[in-house]
């Protein structure tokens, strides 16, 4: 998990301004908000989940699927690629 450890500060940094937006979903909800106003919230952060998801796979393919203590093909690599992007787009 040292991608995680590298990382740490980032990905930390991306959890709390989920919390934020989660706890705007609370507020919305709780002000009775426009239904309109409170799913734009709630996409934003789901996006925002997503968005985190898709760099702590990415990581873990990079680190974890692909040997770093060997060196990978350019196929291996290429792949690694296709799967990344595979990944994203599915998340978006």
Do not use: W
């Amino acid at each position: 998990m040292a991608h995680i450890t590298r990382d740490r500060k980032k990905l930390l940094n991306r959890v709390r301004r989920i919390r934020g937006q989660v706890e705007a979903v609370d507020k919305a909800l709780d002000g009775d908000e426009d239904c309109s106003a409170v799913l734009q919230t709630i996409a934003a952060t789901r996006g925002a989940l997503n968005g985190l998801m898709a760099q702590v796979l990415e990581g873990h393919i990079r680190e974890h699927v692909i040997d770093p203590g060997r060196k990978a093909t350019q196929g291996q690599l290429e792949a690694a690629d296709e799967l990344v992007d595979v990944v994203k787009a599915y998340l978006k």
